[in-house]
């Protein structure tokens, strides 16, 4: 007996399955960017740069997997309000969202050196090969805010922006290590300006081009960005759901 599927979900179907697919993809491409750091650091005569490069990666792989509420808490308020087809209602869950995002990107980066002798005290190297992963990090650390921005709107499927070519980072990569000599620093800096490049200003010409929201409700929306109740319940899920990311880590 085959199975008769509603012509109403067979046009679904294609969709949903897509976005698993996509989403797997983008949550690899910020280990993919360390990786490309390590594969161009390996190349160099002096082995303490691939290894510091590789405990900086390592850093903030955990870094932006307790970062990853973000977009976990987004999807569950825009996948309400897309089925309710509420297009002031994402449009408030995305700009709340970029708002906290922004607010801690900016404890991040002043945060730095706390959060750098912390990590290099739970993963420890020699003197040189710390020296090294420190300069990756100091560098790296300064794409913080593109990332988290890009955590946001992947809770708004727009996983598609962490599928471009990663081909910014490689170029950098082959510039500031190979051509200019920056090693690990330059590492850090390469993946830091690339991820601007392709997670934020990409972002914002697909934003503008891609995303299905009814203008007229921008107005509105605006205004209503700073409602108390509805910011605070906002603050609450995300909270509950970094516990939930801490525990697991």
Not at 28 to 56: E, K, N, Q, S, Y
Not at 89 to 115: E, K, M, N, Y
Request: with cysteine; hydrophobic share 55%; proline share 4%.
């Amino acid at each position: 007996m085959r199975l008769s599927i509603p012509a109403h979900y067979q046009s679904f179907l294609p969709r949903f399955y897509k976005l698993p697919v996509v989403s797997a993809l983008s949550n690899m491409m910020v280990p993919l960017a360390g990786l490309f750091d390590t594969a161009f650091l390996g190349h160099l005569a002096d082995i303490r740069h691939l290894a510091g490069g590789i405990l900086g990666s390592v850093l903030f792989d955990y870094l932006y997997r307790i970062l990853k509420f973000f977009p976990n808490s987004t999807n569950a308020v825009t996948a309400q309000a897309e089925g309710q087809d509420n297009h002031q209602d994402i449009l408030l869950a995305v700009l709340r969202s970029g708002l906290v995002a922004i607010a801690a990107a900016t404890l991040i980066v002043p945060l730095q050196f706390p959060l750098q002798r912390l990590g290099f005290a739970v993963l420890p190297g020699s003197s040189e090969i710390e020296a090294a992963g420190i300069d990756y990090f100091n560098a790296r650390i300064w794409g913080a805010p593109a990332v988290l921005l890009n955590f946001v709107l992947l809770g708004r499927e727009m996983n598609r922006i962490s599928l471009v070519c990663n081909g910014s980072n490689v170029t950098l990569d082959y510039l500031m290590i190979n051509r200019w000599g920056w090693e690990s620093m330059g590492a850090g800096l390469a993946t830091a300006l690339s991820q601007y490049l392709q997670y934020l200003a990409l972002a914002v010409v697909l934003v503008a081009s891609v995303l299905s929201i009814q203008w007229s409700v921008v107005p509105a929306a605006l205004k209503n960005v700073w409602d108390l109740p509805a910011f605070k319940a906002t603050l609450l899920l995300k909270g509950n759901i970094l516990i939930r990311f801490f525990a697991l880590i």
